[in-house]
Structures are given as C-alpha cells and as structure tokens.
C-alpha cells in the first residue's frame, strides 16, 4: 500500500509519529476519509471527522483497535500534515495580495498559531476557530458577500452579534463568547481595529443563584456510583475543584502526607492549594496503583509520555515518561495528541466526567438542573453551612475577589434560613381550630 498517499506516509516516518509497520494503514485511513468528504463542504474538519467515525462503526467488519487506529490517522493528517506540519516547514501564509482577502483555511491555520502562542487552552482554539467559521458561514449564506474580494469589517461584526441575539436567540454567555473569539481574530490575525459596537444589539444576562445539592442530596448522588467512578466524584465534590483541574490533576500534586492538593493553572493560570479529603486517601492509594500498572505497561510498548506544560517537555525531554506527571484519571486508551500529533496517553475525556455525573442524577432521580461545576457550588455551600470562615473558603476556590464567593451566602440563606411561608401559618391555624 505504499501507493497510498506516499507523501503522507513520509511524513509519517520522518516525524516517528506511528508504528512503522502501521503507517500504510493510516495512509489508507486517510484516503477513505477524503474519499467521503467533499471539497464544497463546509463542516467543522472535526464534525467531518465524528460523521467518518460514524459510518466506521457502522460497519461490522470493523473492530474497536481500527476504529481507534482510523480516529488517530485522520487526526494526524488533518491537523497536521494538512497544517503544513511536514518536514518543519511553517504553514502558509496568510498574507492577503492586493485584491484580495485571507482565504478560510489560511485564516484558520493562522487564528490557532496565535492562540497557541499566547499558550490558550486546546478548548478555546476549537471554541474560537468555530466562531470563525459560523462568522464565514453567516457572512456568504446570510449577508450574501464575498469573503476573498470583500473581507469582513466592525459593521460585519455588529451585524452577526445582533443576529446571534435576535434570530438566534443565543444566551448572553455564548454571544459574549463570539464577540471575544471575534475580537481575537480581528486584533492578533486580521490586523483590523474593532472600533465601537455600543450598539450592538446584545443579549441580556440577569442575576443568577447557582444550583446547590443539599447533604442529602449529594449523598443520593454519591450512591448511585462506584469504583474509580465514585472516587471521581468524590474528588471533585470533596476538593471543590473544577472540571477541568480534575481531569488534569497529575500525581505530583497529590500529597498524602499534608492532606493537600495543588490545583495547577486553574482559572487565570493560577495555582492553589485545597482539601485533600480523609475518606478518599485509602482508594485513592488504591487507584493510584492500578494507574501506575497501566503506566508500567505502556513504558513497556515504547509509549507512556504524557503532555508536558509549556516548553518542559523541551527542557526535560523525558520527564513526559515519569512517573510523577503522570494523571491521576487517564483515558482508558492511547491517542493522537491534537498539538503535538504524537500517540500518548490523555487524561480522561471531560464528556466522560459529565457523563457520569448526569447518569448518578438521573439514577437518584433529583430533579435539580445538576452539572460537574454543582459539585463545587456544593462544596462551597456545605463548608460555610459548618462555619468555615469565607474568607477560607475563597482560597480554597481560587477566587480573586471575595464577592465572587459571597454568592454562596446567599444560597446558604436560602437553604438554611428562609422565612416562613405566610400559608405555613394559615394552615397550622386552621389545624388548631
């Protein structure tokens, strides 16, 4: 099969990216999944992916390992070989000549170098070059104009806010969010000044009380789960941690002996101490073992790096294969690295997290609207319901202003100290007659 995309697989073993025995088979990965994409269509590179994947797991003849090795080839060659990721050489680019406009692809090559080089989460790059699209899309079916002879301009940008809010009826959140996504390509790629879009029409964003689980609730929750599964949950719950630093947690930032963890770059980047929980050292002790197994198997297999933060995997470039940096909750297989275009193992999937959290709801049949961030609400909640000081419990959470964790007052006295109902009264006035 050597036929088969000959450039790619090059590519391939240049880059040492795949089992050298395994890259004509990514070639040909490849060229089935271009095969069943059309040039004229306009999706998302990683909806096309999930829709190829799709139509894999269809077939029957087809087993889990080449699904995963046809997830990881075409990810390779999307994402990086087609980036222009091939032999070091830059991708192109995006220089407009002087009767024209940057074209998609370029704007998009060059919308996520500059996130990258301002060290932006995988998320928002994914987040940011979809706001793009919808904007290009929105631009040539809604506006009619012409992205290559006509660009976009301020006027462009408070057109599609405005409709983002009135026809698409978006919540202010996601309309924020387009706007900063714009702004960012006007500022850092399009090297065009947004002026002023006070008259935007915006999206309206009221007060909002978090949902908050009371004890009884989290422990329905808590029932519903086992195994790593329940640890995970208890983590998240006894921590107060996010998502995301969950999910990113590594074993250097556990330490047993102070009952501490250290929450790495969180929010604005920043790092913090929390609770280590007594109750969950021991399976966490357990747990760590079975990982370090998995760890030990695939050091074995030539693998086991894991993605190093900033330029360290440059610096130390075997500290990726330590033990210590290892996540405490990694995926259950080897994958593609996004960035990197390297096979390794992640930490666990944040739908996987979500999923579980929604499944333990769903089972204790609480009727609340409950996410993973409920968790960290609760926590917060159930510390100044046992009379930690919230000054204690802001750095605990991270946040930067104590008002931020003031909302939780507001809860508690909701929950805790609600006036009673005028009918309450009535009623056990009519039971005394």
Same mark, same amino acid.
């Given at each position: ?67 995963? *090795? ?5 990810? &390779? ?22 009767? #024209?406009?940057?074209?998609?692809? #370029? ?46 301009? *301020? ?12 026809? *698409?009826?978006?919540?202010? #959140?996601?309309?924020? *969010? ?42 329905? &929750? ?54 280590? !929980? ?30 190093? !933060?900033?330029? &360290? ?121």
């Amino acid at each position: 099969m050597s036929h088969i995309l000959p450039e790619f697989q090059k590519y391939l073993v240049e880059r040492k990216l795949a089992p050298e025995k395994q890259i004509p088979f990514y070639a040909y990965w490849a060229s089935r999944f271009l095969r069943l994409c059309s040039d004229e269509d306009i999706k998302p590179y990683d909806l096309k992916i999930q829709i190829f994947l799709d139509v894999l797991k269809k077939d029957p003849k087809i087993s889990d390992w080449q699904l995963t *090795q046809a997830a990881n080839a075409v990810k &390779l060659y999307i994402h990086h070989y087609l980036s222009g990721d091939h032999l070091g050489m830059p991708a192109k680019s995006i220089e407009p000549s002087n009767n #024209s406009f940057p074209d998609l692809n #370029s704007v998009q090559l060059k919308l996520r170098e500059a996130l990258r080089i301002k060290h932006y989460a995988l998320s928002t790059e994914k987040t940011y070059t979809d706001w793009f699209r919808r904007f290009y899309d929105y631009l040539k079916h809604t506006r009619k104009k012409n992205w290559a002879t006509e660009g976009a301009n *301020q006027e462009d940008v408070r057109n599609f806010l405005s409709y983002l809010a009135i026809h *698409q009826r978006v919540s202010a #959140s996601t309309q924020n *969010q387009a706007f900063n996504a714009l702004l960012f390509l006007f500022r850092h790629v399009l090297q065009i000044r947004l002026g002023d879009l006070d008259k935007t029409v915006r999206a309206k964003r009221g007060a909002k009380l978090p949902a908050v689980l009371t004890p009884d609730e989290m422990r329905q &929750l808590l029932g519903q789960v086992s195994g790593r599964d329940l640890l995970l949950v208890h983590m998240i719950y006894g921590t107060g941690m996010r998502l995301m630093e969950a999910a990113r947690l590594r074993v250097k930032d556990v330490d047993f002996g102070s009952n501490t963890i250290i929450v790495r770059a969180g929010k604005g980047d920043k790092d913090r101490a929390t609770i280590l !929980p007594e109750t969950i050292k021991a399976p966490l002790t357990e747990h760590l073992t079975t990982v370090k197994k998995i760890h030990e198997q695939d050091l074995a297999k030539g693998a086991g790096d894991v993605y190093m !933060p900033d330029a &360290l995997d440059r610096k130390y470039p075997n500290a990726g294969k330590e033990w210590r940096w290892q996540y405490v909750f990694p995926a259950n297989a080897l994958s593609v690295d996004p960035r990197s275009g390297k096979v390794r193992r992640h930490h666990i999937s944040p739908n996987t997290i979500s999923n579980i959290v929604s499944e333990a709801v769903k089972k204790a049949g609480i009727p609340k609207h409950v996410t993973v961030h409920t968790l960290r609400h609760s926590f917060a909640t159930h510390l100044l319901m046992n009379g930690v000081n919230i000054r204690e419990v802001q750095e605990l959470l991270g946040h930067k202003n104590v008002e931020t964790t003031m909302i939780y007052t507001h809860v508690l006295r909701d929950m805790s100290h609600a006036p009673k109902s005028p009918l309450d009264d009535l009623l056990a006035g009519s039971k005394d007659r």
